[in-house]
Structures are given as C-alpha cells and as structure tokens.
C-alpha cells in the first residue's frame, strides 16, 4: 500500500501533471468570476475583492502551482489557498446540499458546482506535502479569511443563494466555524511539517 500511495505522489507531483492541474485551475478561476459578474454588477466597487470566493480560491491555488513549477514556495499564498479552497469548496458543497433539500432539485449545473467544489478541497488536502508556509503566513491568511466572513454576514456581501437566504444566519455562523476549522487544520499542517525537520522527526 505505501508503496502504491508513492507512486501516486510521484504522479500528482510531477511537473507534467501540475502544468495539468494549473490549466484546470485557471480556467476555473475564470469561469468562477465569469460565475460573479451579476452580482458584481450589483456589489459596491470597494467590496468587489470580497464577491467571488471560491474562483479567488483557486486563484490562490493556480499561483502556488506557479510556484511549485519554478521551484519557489510563495508562502503566504500557499496558506492562503489551502485554507479558502476547503473552505469555500467545503461551503458550496453544503450550500447546494441545502439548496437540493429545499427545493428538491439543484439540476446537472448545482451538481456540477458540488463535484467542482468538492474537488477544490480534495486538491488543497493532496498537496499538503508541498506547502512551505508557515505560523505568520498563517496568521495574515486567518486575518483574511475571518475579515471576508465579517464582510461577507456583517456588511452582507455574501454568494447570493435565493432559495437559502432566509437561513442567512445560520449560515453565517457555520461559516465563522468552518473558517476556524479550516485555519487549525493549516496549523496542524504547519506543526506536522515543523516536527518532521526536528531532530528525531521522520
């Protein structure tokens, strides 16, 4: 099985294989603003930068795949992406879930948005071994993502999902926790990575 699961890594960490997943994530970064631009159109220009979520996700993603390709860790964007892609892949995920249990139908686009976005969380998890960033990397990632939460349910900028908005509350406060959780896991990250280097770490 180790042996299997190495193979596998050699693959996913090839730069053949990442020139893949690059051009993957970049063309859904574009189709996610593309996604946006309504609501955009409706969204005051100073919180613009707050609007698209998971496209700016991934668009944290495809800069560290750049990094990763040039033999460079950008970390504070590598924090930044491996915290806003389970987050907000995680978030949409649940988002449809609850859009299908309220309607009854989410249609072949509402599917494809929840194996999309549970994609985002999957690749952010895989690649965890080619993360450099670290605690203050963490930190100025933790800042952004709760600012977002705050202007997402506090000034109301949140992704607008009309069948859920009467639950807008509840939805605020499950995404200030899955934020937290997703800000611990890149800390558990972080502390698995540093007592890997210490003397005595495997």
Request: glycine residues 6%; proline residues 3%; positive net charge.
């Amino acid at each position: 099985m180790g042996l299997l699961l190495q193979k596998i890594w050699l693959i996913l960490s090839h730069k053949s294989f990442l020139w893949i997943l690059l051009f993957i994530n970049v063309l859904g970064t574009v189709y996610g603003y593309d996604w946006y631009m309504w609501q955009l159109e409706i969204t005051e220009p100073k919180f613009w930068i707050f609007v698209p979520d998971s496209p700016t996700a991934s668009l944290f993603f495809s800069l560290a795949i750049i990094g990763w390709l040039i033999n460079r860790n950008f970390k504070l964007i590598e924090a930044l992406a491996f915290i806003t892609l389970i987050k907000y892949g995680l978030w949409a995920v649940v988002m449809n879930l609850l859009t299908l249990l309220e309607t009854g139908s989410i249609g072949w686009v509402g599917w494809m948005l929840v194996g999309s976005h549970f994609a985002m969380a999957v690749q952010a998890i895989l690649y965890s071994p080619l993360y450099r960033f670290r605690l203050i990397h963490i930190l100025i990632a933790a800042v952004w993502t709760l600012h977002n939460d705050v202007i997402d349910y506090v000034f109301g900028q949140m992704p607008i999902y009309h069948d859920l908005m009467r639950h807008i509350h509840s939805i605020g406060y499950f995404t200030f926790w899955l934020s937290i959780v997703c800000i611990a896991l890149a800390f558990w990250n972080w502390k698995s990575r540093s007592a890997a280097v210490r003397p005595g770490g495997k």
